[in-house]
């Protein structure tokens, strides 16, 4: 069974880094692409950006830009989103999701990690 | 790239059915055949229900249809079912491959 668990929730001040993860289980990780997606207080999703955890290739949608940093460790099988200095604009609901390839539709999503960043 | 724009809202009664609708431009919708549809209930995580424009993953149920037509796409519920009452998100693959997201539509089953 494909499943994507993702880090659980985090509560962090303005300036803080943080590092969430979602881990690919049931599949080969290294064949299929994860997206990041953010979902914030009452809104719409928007699309982040995403990882090849085969060769690392990674392309970032241009509102999320050097704003935050996508990666993935093949040898656990996860992959990361990461901050280097939070906002409190960055609260927000994270979901990873699984892509067949870069411009197919995601067939499984993680259970969201929620980002609460406040002084 | 913008997101793509859906209506904020649609309505209907049960047994009845409703469309979507989803715009974009030549870049994206309108230029390629990777077009998605999600459902998302609250406090849920997003599932997909149509793929490629009008394929439904395996489990969705056939009440649940796409199409695409130049620089818009559609979804279409037809035989409304209490259930189906959800926010619903149209994706599109972009020319800057990347994707992009609708901005929502809240279906209300009457």
């Known amino acids: 069974e494909v499943q994507l668990v993702q880090s659980g929730a985090e509560v962090k001040k303005p300036g803080e880094s943080l590092k969430i993860s979602c881990k690919g289980s049931?599949?080969?990780?290294?064949?299929?692409?994860i997206a990041w997606v953010r979902q914030m207080p009452g809104m719409g999703l928007e699309w982040m950006g995403i990882?090849?955890?085969?060769?690392?290739?990674?392309r970032y949608s241009p509102s999320f830009q050097g704003q935050v940093t996508i990666s993935a460790d093949k040898s656990i099988s996860t992959a990361y989103l990461q901050w280097s200095s939070l906002k409190a604009s960055d609260s927000a609901i994270y979901f990873c999701?699984?892509?067949?390839?870069?411009?197919?539709?995601?067939?499984?999503w993680g259970q969201g990690t929620l980002v609460t960043v406040s002084s | 790239q913008s997101a793509l724009t859906q209506p904020a809202s649609v309505s209907g009664s049960p047994g009845q059915s409703i469309t979507i609708s989803c715009t974009g431009t030549?870049?994206?919708?309108?230029?390629?055949?990777?077009v998605s549809w999600y459902q998302q209930h609250p406090g849920k995580a997003p599932k997909l229900m149509i793929y490629?424009?009008?394929n439904r993953p395996s489990g969705v149920s056939n009440r649940f249809s796409g199409s695409k037509s130049g620089n818009t796409a559609s979804l279409t519920i037809s035989g409304l079912q209490a259930e189906d009452e959800a926010d619903y998100y149209c994706?599109?693959?972009?020319?800057?491959?990347?994707?992009?997201f609708g901005g929502g539509t809240k279906l209300t089953v009457l």
């Open positions: 994706s599109s693959y972009t020319i800057s491959s990347t994707q992009v």
């Open positions: 030549s870049s994206d919708v309108g230029g390629y055949k990777y």
């Open positions: 990882i090849y955890p085969g060769d690392s290739d990674t």
């Open positions: 999701a699984r892509h067949e390839t870069i411009a197919e539709a995601a067939g499984y």
């Open positions: 049931g599949y080969s990780f290294t064949s299929y692409w």
């Open positions: 490629d424009v009008s």
